[in-house]
Each structure stands twice: as C-alpha cells, then as structure tokens.
C-alpha cells in the first residue's frame, strides 16, 4: 500500500505573506516541513502542490532546491490541485500537509499512518476531537475517496480538500484519532506575527531536527510567557477561504 505526502502551499498570505518561505534557523519554513514528513519514514513519495500564480514561483525554486517535486494547479481550487498531483503520482493513501506548520512530529504522523493502515477506514484525522496543538495534527484519506469527493465537494470544501469527508462523516468511514495529554491549549502553527515569534524561540532552543511533541511540551511549561506570546489569535473558521 503507497503513501504518498501532498504539501499544500502558497506566498499569498492574508495574515502574514510569503511565510512559507520564512527562515527557522537554517531552513525555510517549507523545508521543515518537508523533513518532517520524510522523517516520518511512511511516504513513499512527497510532493508540494502550490498555485500557477507567478508569485509562487518561489515556491518551485525552493523546491527545487531542497530536492522535493512540486505541481501547480489552482489558486483556490485546493482540492483539484490535490487531484492534479494525484493525476502524475499515483498512491493508495494521500497524507495532507500545509506549509505553515513547521513543527511537525514525524512520530505522531508514523503512528496515525499504521492506525489508518490496521483500519481500513476512508479518512482517519486528529483534529475531529482535538487535543494536539494547533500545527501538529495529521490527516490522511484514501486515494479512491479523494477522487469520489471531487464530484461532491463544493465551495468552501473545495478550499479544505478534506472538509466534505469529515463533516458528511455518515457516507464515509471517519476516525478520529485522540492522544493524550490534551495539549490543545498549545498552538504551534505559523500564521501570525506571533505566532512567528513563538516558534523562533522553539528553534533557537532546539534547532533545526523536528523534536517530539513530549519534550516540546515539557519545555513549554515551564515557559508560560512564551505560551501566551499567541494564546490570543483565533484560528480561522472553516468558511473561510
């Protein structure tokens, strides 16, 4: 059974422009997330899908640069972009990514992945009761369900790729992985300023190398002015493109 990562990424920001390409340390944002797919060790394949919009170019290059393919479909369409990517490299299951969460635990993502594999289920996410950090959670989907939804998914749902599946959970078989501790308090992604300064400080401290949610959670606790440093900002709705 193939595995195959789609990184979803873009420079048009409305919160906080060309994040994707913001440097951590010694790699850009993307690249972190590149490495930590990989470092999960059940791709066998990873490709980043971004837009035709000549302001993605950027993108491409640093593709090419790290040495990971990239594709380019639609700017808003996100859910056909997946299935232009599906169209040159096809995959039994697609993992789904986004280039601003740099802090993924390729640990949590080789867990879910053999919890999908054992289940036979469509689509297995840890967001549907969430107690991971906001930036941490996994989502995977069988590749014939992705294609099914094509012809179901509309509007907002075509922006989320995903969102159909699990807000229509009576026609498919969803799960929602759940890990403890409840740790949704934290939130490690990357989509404002402050969110940018929460998560350079976690790079100077550890580096470059993904570190485990455990450790960084530790670390965290004993850090609550950094905790509160994006506590305020408010992910945004599911309508919203």
């Known amino acids: 059974m193939t595995s195959l990562g789609i990184i979803q990424a873009r420079m048009d920001s409305s919160r906080l422009p060309n994040k994707v390409l913001r440097k951590l340390g010694g790699r850009t944002v993307l690249e972190r997330v590149?490495?930590?797919?990989?470092?999960?060790?059940?791709?066998?394949?990873?490709?980043?899908?971004?837009?035709?919009e000549s302001t993605d170019d950027a993108i491409v290059a640093e593709c090419e640069r790290i040495g990971v393919p990239s594709f380019r479909g639609p700017v808003d369409d996100v859910l056909g972009r997946f299935l232009g990517v599906l169209d040159r490299h096809?995959?039994?299951?697609?993992?789904?990514?986004?280039?601003?969460?740099?802090?993924?635990?390729?640990a949590i993502i080789s867990l879910a992945h053999r919890v999908f594999v054992a289940s036979g289920a469509d689509y297995l996410s840890t967001s549907l009761a969430h107690t991971l950090p906001r930036g941490l959670d996994v989502e995977m989907v069988r590749t014939p369900?992705?294609?099914?939804?094509d012809d179901l998914a509309t509007d907002h749902h075509r922006v989320h790729v995903t969102s159909y599946i699990y807000t229509h959970a009576e026609q498919f078989e969803v799960i929602g992985l759940t890990l403890q501790p409840d740790l949704s308090h934290l939130r490690l992604t990357l989509d404002t300023e402050d969110d940018l300064k929460?998560?350079?400080?976690?790079?100077?401290h550890f580096g470059d190398e993904p570190v485990d949610i455990k450790t960084l959670a530790t670390w965290l606790a004993s850090r609550p002015e950094l905790v509160e440093l994006n506590a305020h900002v408010l992910q945004k709705a599911l309508v919203q493109a």
């Open 34 to 52: 590149v490495q930590g797919a990989q470092q999960s060790g059940v791709l066998d394949e990873l490709v980043v899908a971004t837009t035709v």
């Open 90 to 106: 096809e995959s039994d299951i697609v993992l789904r990514f986004t280039a601003d969460n740099p802090l993924i635990d390729p």
């Open 145 to 149: 369900v992705l294609r099914q939804v």
């Open 198 to 204: 929460l998560i350079e400080s976690i790079v100077d």
